[in-house]
């Protein structure tokens, strides 16, 4: 990349369009990935003794967040993976007949596409997961190569398209799974996300226009998920990394008790991912102890349980209830709110990109690859 062809500048108002358009976005898009998704389990049957969930950055976190369900309907282990972890280590010992989810909305990133080969080289079955069939990834041989429409404003940080990448990993849980009543269960809701994005929008830009003016560009951030929303803390983190560039640590709830304790004070603010899920009640310990430490706290939780937390914490976003398996798509509404004001707040630039050794190094960085001269497409056309 050359001076003369760096990216676009910072548009934050493309971004808040993003986040806007997330409801109308999904709603359109459900019907055709639970086709699609449909579609692919009958093609590659459903008797895997593994499944991997592959990706990077935001595709990774969908991945994660939606791990669990993907166990619990599917009957067998299923780990969500970096795509290196994947391709360059774990692929070595991935059990022989595994089914590998890859997924990249672009379609570009060059680690996800060396998981694929890797997995078809291994005689594994590959699902490609991608935003753009007319990409690297969209070319790749697989068993299956699920596209999904997904129309990219322009230079802009993910936000709706993790919502997207979220549904279409429901969609394809409840298509792959071994009870029928419960794969129904989880389509039923994925049918209501539309309405509650909506609602968790609302929620989350009432809230936030106050929240935001208390974060100083100096100012070290802590975001604690514990389960499914481990992977909202992570996405979180990211979203304020490629839009205002604050310092932000990502963490298991617990695992923070053991760790980050050590080095939080006043200075921190912190946002706690706490569902009314199984790890309610220690995210209501860990709140507490936080606020002895000065922090700055804001809980995202479910609209019910405000007073639990009104003692402990400086903000509250009340969200609308929904299932443990759901939370993570909706309680990610918040930090993306919260990206584009923190960006209006303390400046930043996507990604950095304002900076020029940045905007060189960015793309790449992850599209640049050495796969591309050692691992030819050729040499994993055809499973062995």
Not at 201 to 210: D, G, K, P
Request: some cysteine.
């Amino acid at each position: 990349m050359t001076f003369e062809s760096l990216p676009p500048a910072t548009d934050l108002e493309l971004l808040r369009t993003d986040i806007d358009r997330q409801a109308d976005l999904l709603a359109d898009s459900i019907p055709t990935l639970r086709a699609d998704a449909r579609r692919a389990a009958t093609a590659i049957g459903s008797a895997f003794p593994r499944i991997y969930l592959v990706g990077c950055g935001d595709s990774l976190n969908a991945g994660m967040a939606t791990q669990l369900l993907w166990e619990r309907l599917t009957g067998v282990p299923v780990e969500a993976i970096a795509a290196m972890s994947f391709s360059r280590y774990a692929v070595e010992t991935a059990t022989p007949g595994s089914l590998v989810v890859t997924l990249s909305q672009s379609g570009t990133v060059q680690r996800v596409v060396e998981a694929v080969r890797v997995a078809r080289q291994r005689g594994l079955v590959t699902l490609v997961l991608t935003g753009k069939p007319d990409s690297p990834l969209g070319h790749e041989p697989a068993d299956v190569t699920m596209p999904f429409a997904f129309p990219k404003l322009g230079f802009v940080p993910g936000t709706t398209s993790y919502a997207v990448a979220l549904a279409a990993n429901l969609e394809l849980a409840a298509a792959f799974s071994r009870d029928q009543r419960a794969a129904e269960s989880v389509r039923d809701e994925v049918d209501g996300l539309p309405d509650l994005i909506s609602a968790s929008r609302n929620v989350a830009w009432s809230i936030a226009e106050t929240h935001a003016p208390v974060f100083e560009k100096s100012s070290p951030v802590l975001v604690l998920g514990s389960g499914p929303n481990l992977a909202t803390a992570c996405f979180t983190a990211r979203k304020f990394f490629e839009v205002p560039q604050l310092l932000t640590i990502a963490q298991e709830t617990e695992e923070y008790a053991h760790d980050e304790f050590s080095i939080v004070n006043e200075a921190f603010r912190v946002l706690l991912y706490a569902p009314a899920d199984r790890g309610l009640g220690r995210s209501l310990e860990i709140a507490t102890r936080l606020r002895q430490l000065g922090t700055h706290v804001a809980v995202v939780t479910d609209a019910s349980l405000q007073a639990a937390f009104s003692a402990s914490a400086n903000v509250i976003y009340p969200m609308p209830s929904v299932s443990a398996d759901l939370a993570p798509v909706t309680y990610a509404l918040p930090s993306q709110v919260l990206a584009y004001l923190l960006g209006k707040h303390l400046g930043g630039s996507y990604y950095h990109t304002a900076d020029p050794v940045h905007a060189l190094i960015g793309d790449a960085q992850i599209y640049d690859s050495e796969i591309s001269i050692h691992l030819q497409p050729s040499e994993s056309a055809a499973r062995p």
